[in-house]
C-alpha cells in the first residue's frame, strides 16, 4: 500500500539552528516525492519534488531509496519558515498525490 | 492565469442536514479534480479525485459524494452530515498529469454540531 508517513507532529527550533523534517514513504515502484507547505493564512503549495533536485528557499531533499526516505533539511531555519509541512508522493501511474499527516515547524527568535 | 475558488468558506451545520461544497477552476480545461479532507492529527486525506466529467473515483468509503456536472466544476455532498464529518476541506487542480503539482484553494472549514 502507498504510505506516506511523518513521524513528528511538531518541531521547534530556534532561528539558525538546523532543520530536519523527517518522511518515510511506502510504496512499490519508483515513487515521485514530494513537500507542500502551508504558511499561517495561506494556501497550501509545492515547496519541491525530488525530480528537479532543486534548493527552495534555503530546503533540500534527498530521495534515500534504501532507507524509503525524503527528509527536508535546511541548515540554517528562519522565523519566516514557521508553517505546516506535508510530504506527499504520486505513483505514474495514477495522478493521485498521497500526503503524510503533516510536521507543524516553529521557529523561535 | 488559472484560479481556483472554493465556497462555502465557513459553514455551521446540524447533524443529519445536507452538505454541498462547490469548487471552480479558471483558465484552464480538462483539469484532474480533487478534493481533499485536513482532520487534526491526520493531515490530507484524499476524498475523491476526477479526471472528467462525471467520472469520480472515491477513496475512502464515507458519508460524503462528488460529482463533476461540468468539467471545470466539482462538487462535494452529504445527504445527512455526521458529526465526524467536520473539518477543512480543500479542493485542488492539476492540469499537467503525472507532474504531482497541484493547486488548491482556500479551504472550506465544516462544523457540524
Known amino acids: 500500500a502507498q504510505r506516506v508517513t511523518q513521524p513528528e507532529k511538531l518541531l521547534s527550533v530556534f532561528k539558525g539552528a538546523p532543520v530536519e523534517l523527517k518522511c518515510n514513504y511506502s510504496?512499490?515502484?519508483?515513487?515521485?516525492l514530494f513537500w507542500y507547505v502551508q504558511y499561517s493564512r495561506q494556501r497550501l503549495q509545492l515547496l519541491l519534488r525530488h525530480i528537479s533536485r532543486e534548493s527552495i528557499k534555503g530546503f533540500t531533499a534527498d530521495l534515500n531509496k534504501g532507507e524509503t526516505s525524503f527528509h527536508l533539511k535546511k541548515p540554517f531555519a528562519q522565523e519566516e519558515d514557521s508553517a505546516m509541512y506535508y510530504c506527499?508522493?504520486?505513483?505514474?501511474?495514477?495522478?493521485?498525490?498521497?500526503f503524510g499527516t503533516g510536521t507543524r515547524l516553529q521557529v523561535f527568535p | 492565469s488559472q484560479t481556483i475558488h472554493q465556497w462555502p468558506a465557513t459553514l455551521v451545520q446540524p447533524v443529519g442536514s445536507p452538505l454541498s461544497l462547490e469548487c471552480t477552476v479558471e483558465?484552464?480545461?480538462?483539469?484532474?479534480l480533487y478534493w481533499y479532507r485536513q482532520a487534526a492529527g491526520r493531515g490530507l486525506q484524499l476524498l475523491f479525485y476526477s479526471v472528467g466529467i462525471g467520472q469520480i473515483s472515491s477513496e475512502v468509503p464515507q458519508n460524503l459524494s462528488a460529482s463533476r456536472p461540468q468539467d471545470r466544476q466539482f462538487i462535494l455532498s452529504s445527504k445527512k452530515l455526521l458529526l465526524s464529518d467536520s473539518g477543512f476541506y480543500l479542493c485542488a487542480w492539476t492540469g499537467l498529469r503525472g507532474t504531482g503539482e497541484l493547486f488548491f484553494g482556500e479551504g472550506s472549514r465544516l462544523t457540524v454540531l
Open positions: 510504496y512499490s515502484g519508483s515513487p515521485e
Open positions: 483558465g484552464t480545461s480538462n483539469p484532474n
Open positions: 506527499a508522493l504520486v505513483s505514474y501511474n495514477t495522478d493521485k498525490l498521497i
